[in-house]
């Protein structure tokens, strides 16, 4: 990265060549002849920052943000996470898979935190002991430019060498400027930090370094933002039932709109939902940008963990299911069952959108089976009393449930459609295989008997 003619930034290869900070453009070519060399984007930069802050809302609601460094408040969240351990772990991992590299380090205090992180010492100081011990191995660097070349001149090194000097004398020499902020670093004067405000509504854009022209490609990149809105959730802890990625060209913009089974701020729900979508989607153009949009936001009810993780139990795993079903065979093939106001057992249920608002229904409060039989199964009669594999135990009834003329007259026994008038009692029997079952006897001529349905 190079900024006013001057390397700012190099690879690891370019560190190898012998290219730093402070190198020349020509100085670098003619280290390495085949060095990338890119320009520096501010604007762009100051977008990033403001994607892994809002990414950082899962690690913690406190957040502080400079030019170049993101500075997490963790010491209310590491009980949460079990420990500091624990916590770098997370952050490292999740900004690793948004194809990142960071300089990490923790310590009491937030400059010390910010001066230790660029050092690339990885120092993680829990007590304020520990802190000035890891600062007093820095370089004097660390400090203005002014200071830090009036300390080279008496020949300090490090942090250490201007702590042992006359405290007086050196505050003329460099500057208060820079005592101050060695006193804020050590944690002998305060450091107040502004919280980073998260925005009340989330529409992140992400400029793409260079044009996509495959739909599964774009996955990647969209990590990032899937990643951001899951934080942004976190904090505000809530869900979202669907989300807008908007793919932007030169021809316009490609609209993907993903639906939930339920509320959700899990990114790994965003994920699979998209790379399903992606992988069917043929571009018009090559994308240049993309924009992802929270739709449908809702607070989130906190619920009880088990006591054992069982990913059986997860509330959450038929919403997934359905949601990459819903992705891969298209929304239209997926329904769900809603309740219908009617009294007929047939006519209680119709299929409904898998996304979206239901039309509350008003079921009745008397016991009904989950598996219906369409049609219903005749039944063996002896002695007027039901067989189906051995006599049936008739637990409770009759129940009659009558009428459905509106439906086209009389019930004709076909199976699917509306079952017209009908006039039967129906009962919950026992069968010989401890099985319930509800049954109905035919009131009208020819009359029988009649298994429709099971009990769970």
Not at 25 to 49: H, K, S, Y
Not at 202 to 209: M, S, V
Not at 334 to 353: G, M, N, T, Y
Request: net charge neutral.
């Amino acid at each position: 990265m190079v900024e006013q003619g001057r390397v700012l930034l190099g690879d690891r290869d370019a560190q190898q060549a012998g290219i730093g900070c402070g190198t020349g453009v020509a100085a670098a070519r003619a280290l390495a002849p085949a060095i990338t060399l890119m320009a520096r984007n501010p604007a762009r930069e100051a977008a990033l920052m403001q994607t892994l802050a809002c990414w950082a809302g899962g690690l913690t609601p406190r957040i502080s943000l400079t030019p170049d460094t993101l500075l997490l408040e963790i010491g209310s969240c590491l009980r949460l996470f079990g420990g500091l351990e624990a916590i770098v772990v997370a952050a490292r991992d999740g900004v690793q898979a948004q194809g990142l590299t960071l300089g990490l380090a923790a310590a009491p205090a937030p400059l010390a935190a910010q001066w230790l992180s660029r050092s690339g010492t990885a120092a993680m100081c829990l007590d304020a002991r520990a802190m000035a011990r890891c600062l007093d191995r820095l370089p004097i660097d660390v400090l203005p430019d002014r200071a830090a070349t009036a300390l080279h001149r008496f020949g300090a090194k490090t942090l250490a060498d201007v702590r042992r000097l006359p405290a007086a004398q050196l505050a003329r020499r460099i500057g208060m400027e820079a005592m101050q902020l060695l006193a804020r670093a050590f944690g002998e004067h305060p450091d107040p930090r502004a919280d980073f405000v998260f925005p009340e509504r989330f529409a992140l854009p992400l400029p793409l370094p260079a044009a996509v022209e495959t739909a599964g490609a774009l996955l990647f990149a969209a990590r990032r933002l899937t990643s951001a809105l899951a934080g942004w959730l976190a904090v505000r802890q809530a869900g979202v039932r669907g989300i807008k990625l908007r793919l932007r060209h030169r021809l316009g913009e490609t609209e993907l709109k993903l639906q939930f089974a339920d509320p959700t701020a899990e990114a790994g729900r965003f994920e699979r939902v998209l790379r399903e979508r992606l992988d069917q989607l043929s571009l018009t153009a090559p994308v240049e940008s993309i924009l992802l949009e929270a739709l449908d936001v809702s607070p989130l009810p906190g619920r009880s963990r088990p006591l054992f993780d069982d990913p059986g139990d997860e509330p959450e795993a038929i919403g997934a299911l359905l949601e990459r079903l819903a992705a891969r065979l298209g929304e239209e093939r997926i329904h769900r069952l809603a309740v219908h106001d009617d009294h007929r057992p047939e006519c209680a249920s119709r299929p409904a959108p898998l996304f979206g608002p239901s039309a509350p229904g008003h079921g009745t409060p008397l016991p009904r089976p989950l598996w219906l039989l369409d049609p219903p199964e005749p039944l063996t009669e002896v002695d007027g009393r039901p067989y189906a594999q051995g006599p049936l135990k008739l637990l409770a009834g009759p129940e009659r449930i009558e009428s459905g003329w509106w439906d086209g007259g009389e019930a004709d026994g076909k199976a699917g459609g509306a079952p017209g008038d009908i006039r039967r009692d129906y009962f919950i029997a026992l069968s010989a295989t401890a099985c319930w079952l509800w049954i109905y006897r035919e009131c009208r001529a020819p009359g029988g008997w009649y298994l429709h349905g099971y009990f769970s």
